[in-house]
C-alpha cells in the first residue's frame, strides 16, 4: 500500500489504564471467564485428578506464561490493538491482527449468549423454575431445542424469547460499557465486578465445603492417578486448558498492554494475572466438585457415576439439580449464575475491546462510534444465529472450531513468525526486561521459540486430523463445513480483505522505545 493511499492525519492520543491495579484487574477480568468455572473441574477429574496438577502447572510455566509476556511485549512496544501493533513489527503481519480480531468478532457474537443463559438462571434460581427434570427444562422449555437431522431444518427463525430478551440487555450494557472507554467504560467494570465475584463465589464455595458428601467430592477431584502423567492426552488437555483460560494468542492481551503507559512494568503484574486466574481454577474446581459430592450423597450414587462434570450441561444441567437439593437452594443458585454473568461479561468485554480498538485505529472512527457500529452489527448476528431453536448447535459447533482451530492456529503462527521467520523475540526480551522489575531470561525465549510452537502444532494437528476422520457430534458434513470450517474461511477472507483497506491514519509513523539494537 503506497503512502499515497493514506491520509496524514494525527493519531489521537492514546487511551490508558489508570494504573496498574486498573489493568491487572481487567487483564484478571478477562481470563476469569466461563471455562474457569466450568471447564477447569472437570477436565481436571478426566484427566488424573490431583496429578493432573504437575502437568497443569509445567502448562502455566512453559506456555501461559511465555506467550502470555510474548503479547504484553508485542501490544506495549508497539503501542497499537493486534493489526496495528502486529504491522508495527513486519507490514505483512497486520493480516495475523486482523485474523485474531475476527476470531475475537466471532468469538463475541455467540460469548453473549452463554451470558444471556447464566443471566436468565440467574433470575430462575429464585423460584427454581427448572423443577425436577433440569436437563429437560434446559433444552426443552428453555431453549426450545429443535429436533434437527433427516428433514429437520438445521437453522430456524424461530426466536426463543427466553433468550432474546436477555441477550439484548447484554448487548446494550456491553457497548455502553465500550463506550464509555478504557479507564471509565472496562475499567470501572472491573473494579466493581472482580471483587464481586471472588465474593459471591466465595460464599458458595464455602457453603459447599459443609454439604454432606463434599468430602467424597474433593476426594474424587484430587486423588492423584499418576498413571494419567504418562498419557500424552492429558499434558495436551493441560496445555490446552492453560492456553485457552489465559485469553492469549488472539489479540487481547496485545490491546490491552498496549493501553499501559510507556514505562509501565509488565512482567510482575503479568505472573500476578497468570498465577490469579489459575487460582481461581483451583478454587473453581473445589467448589463445583464439593457440591457435586452433595448431589452424589442425595442420590445415592458415586461422583463418578455423575453425568455432565463440565461444560454448558455442568453449569446450566447438573448444577440446577443439586441447588435444588440444597438448603436454601434458590440463594445460592443465584450466588453461581451470578458469578457466570459477571466472570463472562468482563470476559466479553475484553474480546470486543480489541474488534472496536482495531476499527477505531484503521478507519478512524471514535470511540462511540465503534462501540455503536460494532455492538449493533454483533448483536444482531447473534440474535439471528443463537437466540433461536437451533442456536445451541451453531454455538457449539462454531465454538469448536474458533477455539481448537482458530485461536491455536493463531498462536502457532505467531510463535513460529515472531521466533524462527523474523527472528524478533530478543527484541520482546529487551522490551520486557528494559520495563519490568522481573526480569526474564533465555528460558522464555526457549518456551517462545521451540517449546510453545511444538507443543501448540502438536495440538492443532491433533485437532484437525479428529475432525476431518470423525467429524464433530453426529452432525451432517454440510453443516460441520459451513458452521466449522467454513468460520476458519471467514477467517482468513475477513483477514486479507481488512488488510487490504487503507489506513485513515499512517500506521508506520512511529519509533518503537526503548531502542533496540540500534534501532527502533
Known sequence: ?????RTTAEPEKREEFSGQLGFILSAVGSAVGLGNIWRFPGVAYEN????????????????????????????????????????????WLEHLGWFQVAICFVIAVYYAVIIAWALSYFVYSFDLRWGDDTAGFFTGTYLQLADVGGADPWFTLDFVPAVLIPLVLVWVATIVVLAAGVAKGLEKVNFVFMPLLLLAFGTLVVRALFLPGAADGLNALFTPNWGAMADPNVWIAAYSQIFFSLSIAFGIMITYASYRKRRANLTSPGFVVAFANSGFEVFAGIGVFAALGFL???QGVAVAELEGLTGPILAFVTFPALVSQMPAGGIFGALFFGSLVMAGYTSL?????????SFQEKFGWTRTQASVRIGVVSAVLSVLAFSTTTGLIAL???????????????AVVTTVVIGWVLRRTEEMRFHLNGV?????????TFCVVV???????????????????????GYAGWYVNLMGWGVIALFVVAAVVLTRMRWRVDPDRFDAWPTFGGKS
Open 1 to 5: 500500500m503506497s503512502d499515497a493511499q
Open 48 to 91: 488424573g485428578g490431583g496429578a493432573f496438577m504437575v502437568p497443569y502447572l509445567i502448562a502455566l510455566l512453559t506456555a501461559g506464561i511465555p506467550i502470555l509476556f510474548l503479547d504484553y511485549a508485542i501490544g506495549h512496544r508497539f503501542r497499537g490493538s493486534a493489526p496495528l501493533a502486529l504491522r508495527r513489527v513486519k507490514r
Open 296 to 298: 452424589a450423597h442425595e
Open 349 to 357: 468485554l475484553s474480546i470486543l475491546q480489541v474488534v472496536s480498538a
Open 396 to 410: 457449539d459447533t462454531v465454538d469448536q472450531w474458533a477455539n481448537n482451530i482458530g485461536i491455536v492456529g493463531s
Open 436 to 444: 519490568s522489575t522481573i526480569q526474564v531470561g533465555r528460558w522464555w
Open 451 to 473: 517449546l510453545g510452537p511444538v507443543v501448540l502444532t502438536s495440538m492443532l494437528v491433533s485437532r484437525i486430523v479428529t475432525l476431518i476422520l470423525d467429524g464433530y457430534e
